[in-house]
C-alpha cells in the first residue's frame, strides 16, 4: 500500500517523522483523510488527535492547534505543542483537566471562560491520545 511522509513539528523540535497509509486531520473545518497523492492543500487545525494509519495499526498523535500543510508526497503539521501517546504525562493531563474544570466553574470573564476551555481541550485531546499507547 502507497504511503505518504508526515512530520510534525514544533518550537521544541520534531516530534514525529513517519509514513503512513492514511492521515486523518481535525482541521477547523472538519475531519479530513489524506492519502499519498492528495493535493496541496493548508488548513487550520483544531485541538484533538491526528490519527496516522499504517497496515493495521493507527497510531494517535495529540495536536494542539496548528497547521496543516498537504503535499502530494509530505504531510507537515506545525503546531505549538504536540505529543506522542507515549510522551504523555497522564498525571499533568489529569491535572490540567481538572484545573480547568475549576475555572470553567468559577470563572465570570468570557476571555477567561475561553482560555479554560481550550485548556481543558488539550487536557481531554491528551488523556484520550494516552488512552491509545501501546501497552
Ligand atoms: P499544563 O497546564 O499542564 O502546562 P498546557 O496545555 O497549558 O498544560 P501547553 O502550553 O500546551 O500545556 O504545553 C507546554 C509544553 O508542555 C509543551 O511542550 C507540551 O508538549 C508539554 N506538555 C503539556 N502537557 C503535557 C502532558 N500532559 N504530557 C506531556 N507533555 C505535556
Redo the contacts with the bound molecule.
Sequence with gaps: MKTIKVNIV?P?GPVCETEANVVIAVTEAGEIGILPGHIAMVAPLQIGALRLKKDDATEHIAV?GGFLEVRPDVVTVLA????MAS????A??Q??AK?AEDALSAEKDESNYKLAEL?LK??IT?INVYETRKK
Design positions: 514544533t521544541d494542539h505549538q505543542s504536540a505529543e510522551s504523555i504525562d497522564i499533568r493531563a491535572a490540567a484545573r485548556e488539550r487536557a491528551r
